[in-house]
């Protein structure tokens, strides 16, 4: 198969896997320390997008002009992962929150990662993935929109991923975008 069949091939997923449904984002957050993290979020996002030294892509089209362009174009997962996390620290430091990384379907054509936020006076660490306690944490994930989608755990992991390997959290350690460490 040549290089041009590829392409077109990789185009055609592209396109018909943005067509699915997705699971509701938080649109009314009522919990104050939530809000001042999310509003770190919202300007983290603004900022990147308005990045002229980077051009943020987002979405399986994203990633297609990420892999082929390379430099200035940004935009897979961990990418958007490691600015929100970076982003999201000193309101995160304030609120007395934590924050760290999901990931689901290592490994995998499907890999995805995002930032998962959560109030350890509310949930402990070990517990996150306990199924009674999944809307007591919150996945912040602009991949797919280029926009800042909150999500309930439980909700996100109703995304349209075929998911070949569970979600586990991790940690995030990769700072090529920011160059430091938060």
Known sequence: MNYFTKI?????????????????????????????IQAAYISTIKQANLDSQKRWQHGRLGNITVNLEGKPYVGLC?????????????????????????????GTFMEHHAVLVYDPARLAFNQIFN???NMKSYVFDPWKSGKPQVYTLKNWLLLPFSTENQARLTKIENFTLTGHKP
């Open 8 to 36: 077109l091939i990789l185009l055609l997923f592209a396109l018909l896997s943005g067509c699915s449904l997705s699971p509701p984002t938080m649109t009314n957050i009522s919990n104050n320390k939530l809000l001042e």
């Open 78 to 106: 961990y990418h958007w992962q490691e600015i929100v996390y970076v982003g999201i620290q000193k309101s995160i430091k304030s609120t007395g929150w934590r924050a760290t990384g999901i990931a689901i379907n290592e």
């Open 131 to 133: 199924k009674k306690n």
